[in-house]
């Protein structure tokens, strides 16, 4: 009935009724409307070649130059020495395997910490009694003696790691970072003040450099704290089952460019401190009572920080040398410390115990890189050396560990979020190779709106 209707309109309607309606008459086109959408599918061609594209995280050019500025994906990463091929392919052959295993030895796999939630920034609004509370931390130990764990107070940091009576052990194996379903207001309140409070502005509105640097380090442990959640996550509540969320992955961090390259900062920014405090972790005591375990700790930490590729290919990961040059360099140091202890005391407000653990780690884990890059201003000098304490060591070596997975987790899963963000099925159809034809087109046309939605 009612496709009769229409073709009675249609029959009714004169041809110049119906060049107007462009809209009911999408597919009939007269020769001019196409060479028009021929020429915009031109120059989309060319704009999407320069929009924001996955793949191009896979595939870039070589070149050596420090903080060099770009909107894309591509190159040199900025504040950094490295590209991002480089630092895709030195993750996934050197990096990211002998990081896993370093982190299940039991050296590694301790963390001590307090876990009270006392948030000194605001009242207790029940917070620490929100459901998601419950998704408390396994503090089940094996029978290991923390042997040589000699703690010392680390300026960037807010706990007192010497104060021994609030601390305890966890063993991050049995703890994994992952989906808690902490979320809300109180999530929200943290990241906020955490952004808010602790970025600050220039009276000219402007960020110097150093701050820059602080809220690229924060921004980048979001998203790697972001794509753990969305790699873990609670898929169905009902028949507990757990898995990826590519959509999460997506939404959180990957549909914004700065939030992946953020990450890489943050990766390489921890790497340079991890290779620049080397000589002192190649000679350390990796004494967790347990010989066989600490032989092995001590041997792949070797293997990390002497990996010929590693070298050869990311020299330099980032030049801290650049920062504090100016007059008031001293001044800003002090500033940046204060706004990061208050980042690391803000870490007690997290109101849920397992999302607290690994905001405490990851925090203290940037306060160790922090103390290594600026703290000590030459590590070869024998009146001021390096000192790291073990937990220190424990938190740089999880956290880069937690960076080098997010960074492999969006170069695996890149291709498939992009399926995902074009509307297609995650596995590519095997064999029909027409309807190949239309899924290439639709994904030509989803392309072109998504990059005019990301410019
Ligand atoms: C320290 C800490 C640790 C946490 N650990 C866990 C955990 O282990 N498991 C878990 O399930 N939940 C954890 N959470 C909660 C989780 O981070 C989110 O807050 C929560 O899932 C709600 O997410 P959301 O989508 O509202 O955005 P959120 O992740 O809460 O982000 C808040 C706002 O920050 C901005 N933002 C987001 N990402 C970035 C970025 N990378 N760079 C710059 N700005 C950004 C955006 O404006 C966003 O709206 C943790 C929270 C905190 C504060």
Redesign the pocket.
């Known amino acids: 009935m009612v496709e009769d209707e229409n073709m009675k309109n249609d029959n009714m309607m004169s041809s110049s009724t119906r060049k107007k309606n462009k809209k009911t008459w999408g597919w009939r086109m007269d020769t001019g409307i196409e060479i028009l959408v021929i020429a915009v599918l031109v120059v989309v061609a060319l704009a999407s070649k320069h929009s924001y594209n996955f793949s191009l995280l896979l595939n870039n050019h070589k070149i050596c130059s420090c903080s060099q500025d770009s909107s894309e994906l591509s190159g040199i990463i900025e504040d950094s020495c490295c590209d991002y091929e480089t630092v895709n392919s030195i993750n996934a052959e050197v990096l990211n395997p002998i990081l896993e295993q370093l982190v299940t030895t039991s050296f590694f796999r301790y963390f001590k910490v307090k876990l009270w939630c006392d948030c000194p920034f605001w009242l207790d609004d029940g917070m620490c009694m929100l459901r998601d509370c419950s998704d408390t931390v396994d503090r089940t130990l094996d029978t290991k003696t923390f042997r040589g764990w000699i703690a010392v107070d680390n300026p960037w940091t807010n706990d007192d790691e010497t104060d021994n009576d609030e601390m305890t052990y966890v063993n991050l194996l049995l703890n994994p970072?992952?989906?808690?379903?902490?979320?809300g207001a109180s999530?929200?309140r943290?990241?906020d003040a955490i952004?808010m409070d602790n970025s600050p502005k220039q009276p000219s509105g402007e960020s110097c450099q150093e701050e820059k640097v602080l809220y690229k380090l924060i921004?980048g442990l979001?998203?790697s704290?972001?794509i753990?959640?969305a790699a873990d996550y609670l898929l169905d509540v009902k028949t507990n089952q757990w898995g990826e969320n590519l959509q999460v992955m997506y939404d959180?961090?990957l549909r914004y460019p700065d939030?992946v390259k953020?990450l890489y900062f943050t990766y390489l920014f921890v790497l340079r401190a991890l290779t620049k405090a080397s000589d002192y972790l190649e000679q350390a005591e990796y004494d967790s009572g347990d010989h066989a375990e600490d032989l092995k700790a001590q041997s792949l930490m070797r293997q990390l920080l002497k990996n010929p590729k590693l070298q050869d290919a990311c020299p330099l990961p980032f030049d801290e040398a650049k920062l504090w040059q100016g007059k008031n360099g001293p001044e800003l140091k002090q500033q940046i410390q204060k706004q990061f202890r208050n980042i690391s005391s803000l870490?007690d407000c997290?109101g849920?115990e397992?999302?607290r653990l690994?905001?405490k780690l990851q925090v203290f884990g940037l306060g160790a890189a922090l103390n290594i890059l600026f703290s000590v201003e030459d590590i070869h000098n024998k009146a001021q050396p390096l000192q790291l304490h073990r937990n220190e060591v424990i938190a740089l070596v999880n956290l880069l560990n937690k960076l080098s997975e997010s960074i492999r987790i969006v170069n695996e899963k890149a291709s498939s979020v992009e399926r995902l963000m074009d509307g297609l099925p995650l596995e590519p159809p095997m064999q029909n190779i027409n309807l190949g034809k239309i899924l290439r087109k639709s994904v030509f046309n989803l392309k072109y709106r998504s990059w005019m939605k990301l410019r």
């Open positions: 970072e992952r989906y808690t379903g902490y979320t999530a929200r943290i990241w952004y921004s979001h998203s704290i972001s753990h959640i959180r961090v939030r953020n870490m997290v849920c397992k999302c690994w905001g």
